[in-house]
C-alpha cells in the first residue's frame, strides 16, 4: 500500500514561492497517477492538477500559470511549484495516490 508524507508548507508572503513535495513509500509509485488538491478553510478540497504515470500534466483552469507539477520517480516523490502566491492560495495542499491521501502540508500567504 502507498503512504504519502506532504512537506514544504509554510507562511510566505504574496508574490513568493514554495515547492512541496509529497514522498511516497510502498512500491509501484511510478505506475500510479498523482494529483494535488488543496482545502481553504471552509471551503471544499478542490483538485489543482494530476501528473500522470507517463508524466503528462493536467491543471485545473484555474490553476494553469503559478502551479508546475511533476515527479521524480526514482525517488518516490511528486512536487507542485507554486509562484505569484497571493493570499487566496492559503490552503491545506494534499497529495493523492492510488486513492490514498496524505496528511497534508499547510500554506499560509500572509504580509
Known amino acids: 500500500q502507498v503512504q504519502l508524507v506532504e512537506s514544504g508548507g509554510g507562511l510566505v508572503e504574496p508574490g513568493g514561492s514554495l515547492r512541496l513535495s509529497c514522498v511516497a513509500s510502498?512500491?509501484?509509485?511510478?505506475?500510479?497517477?498523482m494529483g494535488w488538491y488543496r482545502q481553504a478553510p471552509g471551503k471544499q478540497r478542490e483538485w489543482v492538477a494530476t501528473?500522470?504515470?507517463?508524466?503528462?500534466?493536467i491543471y485545473a483552469e484555474s490553476m494553469k500559470g503559478p502551479f508546475t507539477i511533476s515527479r521524480d520517480n526514482a525517488k518516490n516523490t511528486g512536487y507542485l511549484q507554486i509562484n505569484s502566491l497571493k493570499p487566496e492560495d492559503t490552503a491545506v495542499y494534499y497529495c493523492?495516490?492510488?486513492?490514498?491521501w496524505g496528511q497534508g502540508t499547510q500554506v499560509t500567504v500572509s504580509s
Open positions: 493523492l495516490v492510488n486513492d490514498k
Open positions: 510502498g512500491r509501484n509509485f511510478s505506475i500510479y497517477d
Open positions: 501528473i500522470t504515470s507517463r508524466g503528462v500534466t
